[in-house]
């Protein structure tokens, strides 16, 4: 049996390799196709375009922004002027109801002392206080004037203090020296007290006497 010559051997080696290396490229290539969209003949946008739609699609969130604050700020206007509107007719509406007792206190007012004795002018003022008072408190007037009550920053002044006599009247109110108000649960004017402060030396001092 007759054995081939060396050179053809290596040739035929060669060729072999060659022949898987032409296989390889041909396989990634068909794999690269296998991967690729179809229709690939789509067209890439071109810079200049991307940029003109950037630019475009800016304009319009820009546009819509500002209609956005235009909005807001009339709604801010419109509520600002409700408001005012509001509290315009609230302070008309309690004017209203205290002017019959302001007139009723000028007539008082310019009386003549030489033809009114004390009392009818007494009662006079009485009788403007009382309805003076009536209308605040269907406004929701209050008055902060209690005595003997827990002393609280949030409704009273402390203008100065006063032993107290008894430990359980300890930080209390031991007197209103002027009324504080209150308009619907809101403080519009604190009271003016004296808060009753108790120690031990003055109950010891109590219990000696």
Known sequence: MRTAHPLLKKRNTMDDKEKQREAAEESER??????????????????????ARLERELADLKDKYLR??????????????????????????LVLRLVDALDDLARFAHVDPAQ???????????????K??????????????????????NLHEAVTTRPADHPGKDHTVGAVLQSGYQMRGALIRPARVVVLQWTEDEGRGKREE
């Open 30 to 51: 068909a794999a690269g196709d296998a991967a690729a969209p179809q229709g690939s003949g789509a067209l890439i946008e071109p810079p200049e375009e991307a940029v």
């Open 68 to 93: 956005l604050a235009a909005e807001y700020d009339n709604f801010r206007k419109r509520a600002l002027k409700e408001r005012t509107e509001a509290w315009e007719k609230a302070q008309g509406d």
């Open 116 to 130: 009114t004795d004390a009392k009818t002018i007494h009662d006079g003022v009485d009788l403007v206080e009382r």
């Open 132 to 153: 003076l008072w009536k209308e605040l408190e269907a406004a929701g007037v209050t008055r902060v004037d209690q005595s003997g009550v827990p002393f609280d920053p």
